[in-house]
């Protein structure tokens, strides 16, 4: 039977959309919404039956030092690591871009070492930075006592843990947003850089403010959104080299997620907390789509 | 007036620029001509001060610019690509230059907006820029982003922008390349009245020869990085200076026809009247020029017939199995293809060029006749 023109059209657009679609229903939607019904319930993991508990999962959640303690961390770490990763991947990208006319191989090694981190596994990275930030063994500390200083437990006291943590998270997300960053920077064209010089606008400062910046705007929102949603989603460091302690100091919701869910098979509640999480990223999400993306495409 | 005094400009092992020297009178229309590579968009980047020469100077107005940046020398430059801006409207597109030289920093921020002194500096250049896009004509266009404009509404807005500063040169970088056939002719007759109404030198680069021909006062023909001829459109066509100008220059393709090795002219042209030269050459001949005429010197037979309107385009297989290209008015009828027909040409119009070195023998002419 030969189909018409427009139903084989039809067949191969189902065809081609399909089966990620199906797989995307099953892995992401349902899940979600079976952890969303959850969250209103007391089910434990292993148990044979649960209550609907309504709202008591979130109530605890606002009540609970611990699960506050989760959110604001969560909310503070990303508060240094997003700025502080995007600014610095920028800086790399345009001190590499410039070097990079000059002397090409030097900037490809200094590239390939800051995009190291990216490439390596964090697991595995996290027990070098253990090693480097041990109290009395580390590196760090030993070239401080060299100094005659005598250097804090990076991991191990309470007030320093999480900024520790941001600093290996910006470490990590830095190679990252540089190589994003460098290539945007490639993707300007050289017309506009010449006709800013003729301008008036050639000095470094106006240049970037007149050229650079401006024609970096997706490029920026694209690297914002990644490493808010990388921000948000910290796990691997935590889990590695403090386990959200001490007392909770470097707690963060993913960590608080797993723990609920997994250690003490608290399903209903890490559920609850899942959806705090997802709502935050869809939000980092929302905003990219509703707002920014107007304001950073000229056409 | 400027004066390109013997520059050279190389990167790395390629000689991009090799000891150009030009001049261009003040006010007047100058166009580089040349195929891709040649160079010629290199040396407007020298005049713009956005390259810097390896040998040789550039002076304007008698005043050498070598050490000077882009914004002391005040040229304007109108890109292939346009190089609008895509983040700003079409308005600050225009008032950047303005706002970069005239403003200070205070001025350009949002605070030039509260103080009464920094709101009178903006609302002069604003005016400005109204004026300028008027003259131009895209007033109704200010409030929008390039990226909602034509290509042809693009290029005004790059000249309004190179306009609106009133600098001393125009360099003009293949600004009709990217617009359609009916609107490139529309903009060459508005750039040249630009021209005209500013008095300012203008330095057109354009790959075509058309363009350069019929916008410019003078011509630099180049190729390989050097001049091979600088002239009036009517020097370069009628005394190209060697055989590779010859080639480039002319709506038609010119045709060449080399004579034997032992020297002296191709025996198809021995009833022409051009003195045969001792050495070995190559004639050049106009399809233009080379028209069917009873008693023409030239035979051959008829093989092909292109009808364009007010011309016809012939193809002639002469004895020898060259091909010869002709021309003849609209009206001509022709006969059947394959037969004999007869061609003319005024000795005047056939170019002698020495076979090895591809310049121009001038010696040719000398007492020759018409015959045609």
């Not at chain 2, 010629?40 to 000077?68: E, F, H, Q, W, Y």
Request: charged residues 15%; proline residues 6%.
């Amino acid at each position: 039977m030969r189909l018409s023109r427009k139903s084989r059209s039809v067949l191969t657009d189902i065809w081609l959309v399909g089966p990620a679609t199906c797989a995307m229903i099953v892995l992401i939607f349902i899940p979600v919404i079976i952890v969303a019904l959850m969250s209103f319930t007391d089910y434990q993991f292993g148990a044979r039956s649960f209550n609907w508990v309504g709202w008591q999962n979130y109530i605890v959640m606002l009540t609970d030092p611990t699960a506050r303690h989760a959110v604001t961390n969560t909310l503070v770490y990303a508060a240094i690591v997003i700025p502080a990763s995007i600014f610095l991947g920028l800086i790399v990208a345009l001190g590499l871009h410039h070097l990079a006319l000059k002397t090409p191989r030097f900037a490809s090694g200094l590239r390939a070492a800051y995009f190291l981190p990216v490439a390596a596994t964090l697991v595995a990275m996290a027990v070098v930075w253990q090693m480097l930030l041990h109290p009395s063994l580390g590196l760090l500390n030993q070239l401080l006592a060299a100094m005659g200083q005598q250097g804090p437990a990076w991991l191990s006291d309470r007030g320093l843990v999480l900024y520790t943590l941001a600093v290996i998270g910006i470490w990590q997300s830095v190679g990252y947003n540089m190589v994003l960053f460098l290539a945007g920077l490639a993707a300007i064209p050289s017309d506009l850089y010449d006709a800013a010089e003729l301008d008036g606008a050639g000095s470094g400062w106006n240049r970037f403010w007149t050229v650079t910046w401006p024609m970096l705007g997706p490029t920026t929102l694209f690297v914002t959104v990644i490493t808010a949603t990388g921000a948000f989603r910290v796990f691997e460091t935590v889990a590695t080299l403090t386990k959200g302690g001490p007392a909770f100091a470097s707690d963060v919701l993913v960590y608080a997620m797993y723990r609920e869910g997994f250690v003490y098979f608290k399903a209903g509640y890490s559920s609850a907390l899942t959806i705090v999480f997802f709502l935050l990223v869809l939000l980092v999400t929302a905003l990219k789509f509703g707002i920014l993306e107007k304001k950073v495409h000229y056409k | 007036m400027i004066e390109i005094d013997a520059v050279t400009r190389c990167f790395g092992e390629n000689t991009v620029l090799d000891n150009v020297s030009l001049v261009a009178e003040e006010g007047s229309f100058l166009a580089l001509l040349g195929p891709s590579g040649c160079g010629k968009s290199t040396l407007l980047r020298l005049i713009a001060g956005l390259d810097d020469p390896d040998a040789g100077c550039v002076r304007i107005k008698g005043r050498d610019i070598s050490g000077l940046s882009a914004v002391e020398r005040n040229v304007a430059m109108v890109f292939q690509s346009y190089a609008l801006y895509p983040h700003l409207s079409v308005a600050e597109n225009i008032g950047l230059p303005l706002a970069m030289r005239e403003l200070s920093r205070i001025d350009r921020s949002p605070l030039g907006r509260v103080f009464p002194a920094s709101r009178q500096r903006r609302s002069d250049t604003q005016a400005r820029v109204k004026k300028v896009a008027a003259s131009v004509g895209i007033s109704d266009l200010l409030d929008r982003k390039p990226g909602a404009l034509s290509g042809g509404q693009k290029q005004r807005v790059a000249l309004a922008r190179a306009l609106v500063r009133d600098p001393s040169v125009f360099l003009l970088d293949e600004p009709l390349s990217n617009l359609d056939a009916k609107l490139r002719v529309q903009m060459r007759a508005e750039i040249v009245a630009l021209n005209r109404a500013t008095g300012r030198t203008f330095i057109h680069v354009t790959h075509d020869q058309v363009e350069a021909m019929s916008m410019a006062d003078r011509v630099a023909v180049m190729l390989g990085g050097r001049v091979a001829q600088f002239g009036t459109p009517r020097e370069l066509y009628e005394t190209p200076s060697s055989r590779d100008v010859a080639a480039f220059v002319g709506t038609h393709p010119i045709t060449f026809v080399s004579g034997p090795k032992s020297g002296g002219l191709h025996p198809i042209f021995h009833g022409v009247g051009v003195p045969s030269p001792s050495g070995p050459v190559v004639i050049g001949i106009r399809p233009e020029h080379l028209t069917p005429a009873p008693q023409g010197p030239i035979t051959g037979r008829l093989h092909n017939i292109e009808y364009q309107g007010a011309e016809v385009l012939l193809d002639v297989i002469c004895d020898t199995g060259i091909t010869l290209r002709a021309t003849a008015t609209g009206d001509w009828q022709p006969p059947t293809p394959g037969s004999e027909i007869h061609l003319a040409c005024a000795p005047v119009h056939m170019h002698v060029f020495d076979a090895d070195s591809g310049a121009r023998l001038e010696a040719g002419h000398k007492g020759a006749a018409s015959c045609a």
